[in-house]
């Protein structure tokens, strides 16, 4: 997005942000159905204890391994645990771990590019050679060595998966404020002598508010993505707790006998990525003035 | 150019320090003693103090950066406290593997989503493009294990055309080819749909220019105004994008690596956890950084020769 072209400033222009971008949202279709299956999977998720047929951990070691049925939608698992009741509440844990991760991710990373755009110098220089050397490991790599490193828990988890987006926020959030810092009005806000923590926070934050949603939908996206990673090679929540790249390591060792454990699993993390990446998709048209008329 | 490339190169020095700085705090931040992670719980006092030594650990946190830094930037990254080999060595036995399956990815992405991201952008808001941006959004949404997973179902036990695990013997190009097939496609899938989705709005921008118009005026066959004209233009914003997601096909090779039982650093690296092999990690990540910092020196340099402009900034 240029954001000298389409500065929001003044009084209300965090409302006026997100109105323009909830407008320009409501134009495309395809964000709308990410939105709506989105929404679907975290009401499926949250209404777990309610609607999950079984228990997600109580073994049935008698029903192990059968196929979908009337009794058994999805099938069970090597310990005869329903796999539809262990994907609604393996959903709890991949929601939480990816929505709580990027939105600490989000704070941490917007304030500080919005700090290094606005204040330059050598604290723009300390706060983005930083960022680029956390950006110089593999997404995946930095948050299997920091959970290897910390300890495999759901806390770890949302640290390592965080630190991994920290830098790809800073980015995105410096690049805007640099722009519109050399703006008149924000020359006369400093006239006014308005604080540099109000400046920031009231009139260059809702020009950067836009992009950073987007890619915070995106990188939800991914984070589910890395959980499951994570989950699938033993760093994630520890079982019998059910998480879907757990169920998914699980079910690969019975690819031949019992492939829906890990088809209709995986197929729970593609929907979810899917909704996510459809949502961001939308959301970046809605917000980039040059995609609008794309 | 000399003079970019000796900047570059310059700035390329302190990344690399400043990311071994990173990895040497991660590792020492590590709760708990290293050397009871390596051993377990129940090492006796002597053993403990035995590997304290064997990892550097007695030395004051100074000489051990001081010691960790100057050994990686020349290379020696230890030995192996399961093995006792050395790590650079265990590194460089797999390595080919994981080259292969990286390069072999990108050529899938760029041979199927090059036409998909042409075809597209010449029949912009037709079906052809419609279905194409959903499967390209598709094709970005694909866990790694999974896209895998429904490989082997389909063509190593439905169809058992290729192999279920993939062991390619080094020597013999076939079989390394054939062992490659199916573990390419899956780690491939995400970098076809990066290029096609690139590729489609890089030529609906080249597509718009003049210098179309005026090739078309001059009577030149669509097909060579789309391919000669608009791809010659189109091409780079789609060679960044696979510089750029380089590193993304290095993570996503570790879960590949993993379901498919292929050597690599992937699967080196998840050993390495399993048996707390804390100077193989090290050393790995040392590999992985030095990876990411060289791709991003290689797309910053293919960036200036194929724009003039990014030398002068």
Known sequence: ?294 | MLWYTIRRLATTVPTLVAVLTVIFIIIRIAPGDPAIAVLGDNATQQSIEAMRERLGLNQPLGAQYWSFLSSALTGDLGKSLVSGRSVLGEVLAVLPHTLDLTFASILVGIVLGLPIGILAAVYRNGAIDYIARILSLLGLSFPAFYTAILLILAFAIHHPWFPVMSNPKLGDPVDRLYNLVLPAFSLGLIMVAYVARTARSSMIAALGGDFIRTARAKGAPARIVVLRHGLRNAIIPVITVIGLYLGLLIGNSVITEIVFNRPGLGKLIVGALEQRDYTMLQGLMVIYAFFIVLTNLLTDLAYGLSDPRVKYQ
């Open chain 1, 1 to 294: 997005m240029s954001a000298v072209e389409t500065t929001r400033h003044g009084p209300g222009a965090f409302t006026r942000a997100v109105t323009e971008i909830v407008h320009a949202f409501n134009t495309n279709k395809t964000s709308w159905v990410g939105l709506v299956i989105f929404l679907a999977i975290c009401v499926l998720a949250l209404l777990a204890p309610v609607i999950a047929p079984y228990d997600p951990i109580k073994q049935h070691i008698a029903d192990a391994l059968q196929p979908p049925s009337q009794k058994y939608w999805l099938g069970t698992d090597a310990f005869g645990r329903d796999v539809w009741s262990r994907i609604l509440w393996g959903g709890r844990i991949s929601l939480l771990v990816s929505v709580a991760s990027i939105s600490i991710a989000m704070v941490i990373g917007s304030t500080l590019g919005i700090v290094a755009g606005y204040k330059g110098g050598w604290i723009d220089q300390i706060i983005m050679r930083a960022m680029d050397v956390l950006l110089s490991f593999p997404t995946l790599v930095m948050g299997l060595l920091v959970v290897a490193v910390l300890g495999a828990n759901l806390t770890n988890l949302i640290i390592a998966i965080a630190l991994t987006v920290i830098p790809k926020f800073a980015r995105i959030a410096r690049a805007p404020t640099v722009a519109v810092k050399e703006l008149d009005y924000i020359e006369a806000c400093r006239a006014l002598g308005y604080s540099d923590t109000r400046i920031m926070a009231v009139h260059i934050l809702p020009n950067v508010i836009g992009e950073v949603l987007v890619l915070a939908s995106l990188w939800t996206a991914t984070a589910v993505r890395i959980e499951a990673y994570l989950s699938f090679i033993g760093l994630g929540v520890k079982p019998p707790t059910p998480t879907w790249g757990g169920m998914i390591r699980q079910g690969f060792e019975y690819i031949l006998d019992a492939p829906w454990m890990c088809i209709y699993t995986g197929l729970a993390v593609l929907v979810l990525v899917f909704s996510l990446n459809l949502l961001g998709d939308g959301l970046r048209d809605a917000v980039d003035p040059k995609l609008r008329n794309e």
